[in-house]
């Protein structure tokens, strides 16, 4: 899926100035001493203002120029914490070894393309740093709510952890929850992601 259609579904609506940070990642940061954060695949920019309002200095990341639009007019108020680049994740060259906490949210990707991602998480986290991954579990296209339709780019905690050789893993689950939005419908009622929290290898 690429920008453009990203950008049709933002301009229909889609990461409204309402929508509130996720909830585990807001419940995961409420214990860490603000330093400096990278968000990528930001989209509209819910958590990384999230993270700015704790005092986080945070960049976002997006390819969507329309979600980008709609997260600088979230984060008015936080010009001093917060910016904003737009960038294909694949091609993307974050600021190396300087981030205190990487985060990745709902960004469905076939493995190979994701492995590409977790290398940029590598190069962007300083040594101890820690890494955040939220995204819809493969059972959530079956049981849950708002998930991708295809199986090859909604993962299990199992195989997000072999693609980082990098990380001590500190947290791997499946993380059931409601969901952010009302379009489950009976039966649906359910979120089903896949979290992963990892803490960057001093190699040295």
């Keep these: 899926m690429n920008s453009t259609v990203w950008n049709e579904r933002y301009r229909a609506g ?3 100035l309402a929508a509130p940070p ?3 990642l807001q419940a995961f940061v409420e214990g860490l001493e603000p330093g400096y954060a990278l968000d990528l695949a930001c989209g509209a920019g819910r958590n ?3 993270l700015a309002r704790r005092g986080w200095k945070v960049t976002g990341v997006d390819f969507s120029g329309v979600a980008l639009t709609v997260a600088r007019e979230r984060s008015h108020d936080l010009t001093d914490l917060v910016s904003w680049e737009e960038a294909d994740l694949l091609a993307y060259s974050p600021r190396e070894e300087f981030y205190d906490l990487v985060v990745v949210t709902y960004l469905h990707l076939p493995r190979q393309e994701l492995v590409r991602v977790f290398s940029t998480v590598e190069r962007a ?5 820690l890494f955040y991954f939220l995204g819809h579990h493969r059972n959530n296209i ?6 991708p339709k295809h ?3 909604a993962h299990v905690p199992e195989e997000i952890i072999p693609m980082l050789p990098w990380c001590t893993i500190l947290s791997a689950r499946e ?3 409601r969901p952010d939005h009302d379009r489950g419908g009976p039966g649906r009622e359910q979120q089903i992601d896949s979290l992963v929290i990892g803490q960057k290898r001093d190699l040295f």
Excluded: F
């Design 48 to 50: 990384a203002c999230h």
């Design 22 to 24: 996720v909830e585990p």
């Design 142 to 147: 079956s049981r849950g709510t708002g998930s």
């Design 14 to 16: 889609h990461g409204s």
């Design 125 to 129: 986290l300083k040594a101890g740093g």
């Design 175 to 177: 993380e059931v929850r």
């Design 151 to 153: 199986a090859d780019v």
